[in-house]
């Protein structure tokens, strides 16, 4: 089967195409987009597997040669992104069957999500930097989609603000393709990192790196160009928020970690010191976010910022502890964002608010859901069994190692203050006095609610408690990222 | 209002098949000469546009009963599998074959499996093209 690794890429798509055929029976639509979730999971995990004991796997499609064709590579970053990302996406069907509604359900809810997946995993499996293009639309298509889907005022005007920005950022990444097509005659990825080695140090390459990291920057939340992010994504409802603060900033991010390790490797000095301070300052900004807020969606989202500004700054590295410690930081992530979105979607559901100072006491009557949110809080903050530690601790590593002291610190300072509002949120909705007196939520419901969310923080807390098993695979994710030749071997297979 | 559009009805009932024909001769030329699915879809959404614009939006609904989302579907899907025959043959996705073909009229035809790829796409054009203009058109 060598077509094994596009599996998680035409699922979802085959299952989108089919779910367009009857978006009105809701039940249907329920069983069809599960299975398909499931069988694309499955071969995520067949794939996963594969790439563990025969090394990266790669496509050229249509039978041309690697330079000419569109070539799909699965190394075991984008394999771990994608099993992680169809991960996500099943947990948050499962949620939205209880809190989406059947308006929304009935209005091509579930192909957007399964288009979204479509784009979201091609962008982490294509080789070729026109298709992650293509692929980059097709999730941002379906995006605008579910951000607007149900058309209430708020997600009216935080979807045109969202879309005019990433139209502007889409035509740039096709500028910045035009450019680096005119520099090296080619769009195949492995082929423009041999052509931009053979070239050396040069300035234009370096003002496409730069370039490069605006666009994806945009797409994935760096200072300055966060800007965006904190409105767009509190608009739509909480299942789609968690989808998206899950997902989306992490394409723009390993799309930064791809092109920077594999692409611009030759003047380091100045791209990757630039990517480094600005995920420090990104870091500072997210964290100045995260505790100006009362508002439970806000923190959250803030704390998008900051762990985006921790995985870049691992990657800026390029020492072994710095990539290792950021590609478990990212797959980290990716679990608990989803985890935390879910909890505190609930805790909106319960009080009908998601202003922190209105509400409080729900500990005696929601136990289990106080219990799982401070562990997904710990969780975040990475207190050591916990998922979040082990990421951060190998990237602090990583930070010492390459002898930059005063970064390091602000990412363990960081981690503070991503506890502080974490615990902010804890203290204010669980303890003290019931504020909230009526509580609208039936018991059914909560249960329905709680399950998928409960079942995701007991993934992150397998993520962290195991992480010892996971380290061969994020060694192998980490190797192909540090060593250039393994990816580009791989295409070229020989060949060259 | 009501108004008389008898020369412009009339005018529309030839012009139609006129455009029509053109949009599959487009579409059959595609792989020799400038063409292909999106023009020719995009031809044919034109030519259903001129009866919208002749007759109204009903009137046409009735004389093509076509659910243009379900259009859609269809089209991805027959491109999603002309694609995908590969997966049964084991060679990379997307991987094309063509042969030639003694066909009635016709004669001697080559025929590739690019084409079935194209009628997709037409498909895909036709539906989303219609889908908006009569979402927008529908709306009172």
Known sequence: MINLLLFPVLIPFLFAAILLFFPKKVKAQRITV??????????AIVLLVKVKTDGVQTVTLGSWAPPFGITMVSDMISVLLVLSSLLIAIFVVWYSYTSIGEDREKAFYYPAIMFMLTGVNGAFTTGDIFNMFVFFEVLLMSSYVLIVLGGEKVQLRESIKYILVNIVSSSLFVITVGYLYSVVGTLNMADISI????IGQSGIVTVIAVLFLIVFGIKGAIFPLFFWLPGSYAAPPVPVLALFGALLTKVGVYAIMRTYTLFFTT??????????????????AGCVGALAY??????????????????????????????????????????????????????IKITGTSDLRKMGGLMKRYPALAWSYLIAAFGLAGIPPLSGFIGKLLVVQGGFEGEYIWQSIFILAS?????????????????????????????KTYRQLLFPAITLVAITVFYGVGSEYLVPFMTDASTVLLDPSVYTDAVFGGLK | MK?????????????????????????????????GG?????????????????????????????????????????????????????????????????????????????????????????????????????DE
Do not use: C
Request: zero cysteines; glycine letters at 8%; charged letters at 10%.
């Open chain 1, 34 to 43: 599960m299975i398909g979730l499931l069988l694309a999971l499955a071969s």
């Open chain 1, 195 to 198: 052509k931009l080695s053979e």
């Open chain 1, 267 to 284: 003047d380091i000095g100045y791209t990757h010191e630039l990517l480094m301070v600005i995920s420090i300052i990104t870091i500072i």
């Open chain 1, 294 to 347: 009362f508002d439970l969606k806000q923190i959250i989202i803030y704390n998008i910022v900051i762990a985006v500004g921790v995985i870049l700054f691992g990657a800026s590295i390029m020492n072994k502890s710095g990539m290792l410690g950021s590609v478990f930081y990212l797959i980290h992530d990716i679990l608990i964002k989803g985890a935390l979105f879910l909890l505190i979607g609930i805790i």
């Open chain 1, 415 to 443: 981690s503070l203050i991503v506890l502080l509002s974490a615990i902010r949120i804890f203290i204010y909705a669980f303890w003290g006095e019931d504020k909230v007196g009526l509580h609208t939520i039936s018991p």
């Open chain 2, 3 to 35: 108004t008389n559009d008898l020369i412009i009805q009339t005018t529309t009932k030839v012009v139609f098949f006129i455009i029509f024909l053109f949009s599959i001769h487009i579409f059959f030329a595609g792989h020799y000469t400038p063409g």
């Open chain 2, 38 to 138: 999106f023009v020719g879809g995009l031809l044919m959404s034109s030519a259903i546009v001129l009866l919208l614009l002749a007759f109204d939006l009903k009137p046409v609904q009735e004389m093509l009963p076509i659910n243009y989302t379900v259009l859609t579907a269809t089209g991805l899907l027959i491109s999603l599998a002309t694609a995908a025959g590969s997966i049964f043959f084991n060679v990379p996705f997307f991987t094309h074959a063509y042969d030639y073909f003694n066909l009635p009229l016709l004669g001697e035809t080559s025929i590739h499996t690019a084409m079935f790829f194209d009628t997709g796409v037409y498909l895909v054009v036709v539906g989303v093209t219609m889908t908006i203009i009569q979402m927008i058109g529908g």
